[in-house]
């Protein structure tokens, strides 16, 4: 398979995206063996071309199994899928549980049982894994994944207004020690913060943690408007329901870019937001660090051979610690390839498939 380097955009930590992707949509359904119970959930992902049952785009993605809250069906979160899948994100809507008496334990080993299968290729039309997932849910939903963070493997943890669910994932906390993010609104009239969202922050024991408070933001405005709004009336939130999304994807996006993609210059947007983004309020418990190249003009980089084969070496102006590198076609496909470092410092060698 010969390239053309001129032909490649490389990327080397720094923000940059390709034309976004199109959603296409499958319903999956899997036996768990284990509990003998059938686990149902709405599958949205970068796809060629947008519809039901369309092919997958080329590229390795990372999944985000978001679990409901309360009476809402899971299709309802459909614009958490219109906001991620397009950049690269596969969502995963558990369907199950959404009765008037849910069983919060089953409803956890639901999401861990959905994560696992992805994460090893028990899904069968998925093969495009980039070897990264998190867990999370709204209201009951988030709850339920703080339970279901105890019982699979996970790269992180989203929590939006969890509420405390019957078993508690609070005396089970301490075993959380993936990042996590909780988005929490100051006029939440169905979990209160002080009794729901900031226990459960407090619980775990995350290397890298932050609560997320939106100022005068509610229980329901996460999501179009659904059944959850009757529970809420007359809460008192002052923002609409666009500028609460707005505020949750501004932080959620690159949250997710940074521990599902390493998209490490993310990091530093993030955190540069959260002081001073006059919307939120928030608190970090984070004893991690990242370095990033910050834009494309901090170091010049150079391929060669030009023309290659399979091999080729990314020469820098100066010398590097490559955190993460991504390659994308000029067509905007992402590229599997491998990475090794040489003895010059200011040299990488990359590896595509033949």
């Not at 790269?155 to 906390?173: H, K, L």
């Not at 959260?274 to 984070?286: A, E, N």
Request: net charge negative; with cysteine.
């Amino acid at each position: 398979m010969k390239q053309t380097l001129f032909a490649i955009s490389i990327f080397l930590g720094f923000s940059a995206f390709a034309q976004p992707f199109s959603v296409g949509h499958r319903s999956l359904s899997l036996l768990d063996v284990a509990r003998n119970r059938n686990v149902t959930a709405e599958v949205y992902y970068p796809a060629v071309s947008t519809g039901d049952n369309v092919e997958f785009a080329n590229g390795s993605f990372p999944v985000f199994t978001l679990a409901h809250g309360f009476l809402i069906p899971g299709n309802t979160y459909q614009n958490f899928a219109d906001e991620l899948v397009p950049d690269g994100f596969v969502l995963v809507l558990p369907t199950t549980e959404g009765g008037i008496l849910p069983n919060h334990d089953a409803f956890g080993k639901d999401i861990a049982f959905l994560n696992t299968a992805f994460r090893t290729g028990a899904v069968n039309f998925f093969t495009q894994w980039n070897g990264r997932s998190a867990i999370g849910g709204h209201s009951m939903g988030g709850g339920a994944s703080a339970l279901a963070a105890t019982q699979t493997v996970a790269d992180a943890y989203v929590g939006i207004a969890p509420a405390i669910t019957n078993p508690s994932p609070v005396p089970q906390g301490s075993q959380i020690q993936i990042p996590a993010i909780i988005f929490s609104g100051s006029a939440d009239g169905v979990t209160p913060p002080e009794t729901n969202h900031q226990p459960i922050y407090d619980s775990f024991s995350s290397s890298c943690k932050t609560f997320v408070s939106i100022t005068s933001g509610t229980h329901c405005f996460y999501i179009p408007s659904s059944l959850c709004d009757i529970g809420e009336v007359g809460a008192g939130g002052d923002i609409t329901r666009e500028i609460q999304q707005d505020i949750t994807f501004d932080f959620l996006r690159p949250f997710l870019q940074v521990f599902l993609v390493d998209d490490t210059a993310q990091w530093q947007q993030f955190q540069e937001a959260l002081p001073s983004d006059g919307r939120i309020t928030y608190q970090q418990d984070c004893n991690l660090s990242f370095t990033a190249i910050e834009s494309p003009e901090a170091s010049s980089v150079r391929a060669f051979p030009q023309p290659c084969s399979n091999e080729f070496r990314l020469r820098f102006s100066s010398p590097q610690q490559c955190r993460s590198l991504t390659l994308y076609s000029i067509d905007g496909r992402k590229m599997n390839h491998a990475v090794s470092f040489t003895q010059n410092a200011n040299e990488v060698q990359v590896s595509l498939p033949s």
